[in-house]
């Protein structure tokens, strides 16, 4: 079983759209959840953190994570075309020394005009 | 924005070469990482180092990789005899401090490694 699973897509939607995005994962010992964003050829992007469960808000983005389901979402209010891009989440846990990352595999999403 | 600097941007090597993959960490930074998404799979973690060791590496990381703070400034990835199945993007991140507190790691933009 993978730790960390993801839909690739990809998801369109309309501009104004709210976007859901999500991912499962295995290991119980993970604490630390984030999403990244990601441009084609270009470096990961860090747009919301959560440490254990609960929910996120910062501007049109919000982060929740169920530890019970092991079902982390992260929501966009009000897309904009320049939400187009690759979403990946990433965790880590205390297992991890160096708390390396396990990410998904990205979710890629356009929002149309 | 402070940023980590990755070069080269692309390299292109021949298949049992030797290629150093360099990287300029955001200087406040303490925790030093490499990792590589080969073309349509996941980002995967290759190695960890802190207060110059290495405090986590995965399975990918054998004996043909090794990394190196040479001079307080630049981190290094060496791939010492590269196979064509090292083709992959490259990206290395840093972070500041405790994962509890600042969990944000920064990435570079990657250098994009083919072997031919």
């Known amino acids: 079983q993978k730790e960390v699973e993801q839909d690739p897509g990809p998801l369109s939607v309309p501009e104004g759209a709210i976007v859901s995005l999500n991912c499962t994962y295995s290991?119980?010992?993970?604490?630390?959840f984030m999403w990244y964003r990601q441009y084609s050829r270009k470096g990961p992007e860090l747009l919301m953190y959560?440490?254990?469960?609960g929910n996120k808000e910062d501007g049109r983005f919000t982060a929740q994570v169920d530890k019970s389901s092991k079902y982390i979402s992260l929501f966009i209010r009000d897309s904009q075309p320049s939400d187009s891009a690759t979403y990946l989440c990433?965790?880590?846990?205390?297992?991890?020394?160096?708390?390396?990352?396990?990410f998904g595999k990205g979710t890629s999403l356009l929002v149309t005009p | 924005e402070p940023e980590v600097t990755q070069t080269p941007s692309h390299q292109v090597t021949q298949m049992g070469q030797e290629v150093i993959l360099r990287c300029v960490p955001i200087?406040?930074?303490?925790?030093f990482y490499w990792y590589r998404q080969i073309l349509g799979q996941k980002v995967e973690f290759l190695v960890s180092?802190?207060?110059?060791?290495?405090?986590?590496k995965s399975e990918i990381f054998d004996d043909q990789f090794s990394v190196e703070r040479p001079d307080g400034s630049n981190f290094t990835l060496k791939i010492r005899s590269t196979k064509l199945e090292d083709s992959a993007m490259y990206f290395c991140?840093?972070?500041?401090?405790?994962?509890?507190?600042?969990?944000?790691?920064?990435f570079g933009s990657g250098t994009r490694l083919t072997v031919v």
């Open positions: 991140a840093s972070r500041k401090g405790a994962f509890r507190t600042n969990y944000g790691y920064t």
């Open positions: 290991n119980s010992a993970f604490q630390y």
């Open positions: 959560t440490y254990s469960s």
């Open positions: 990433a965790m880590s846990g205390l297992s991890n020394s160096g708390y390396a990352l396990n």
């Open positions: 200087s406040n930074h303490l925790y």
């Open positions: 180092f802190y207060n110059n060791e290495i405090s986590e």
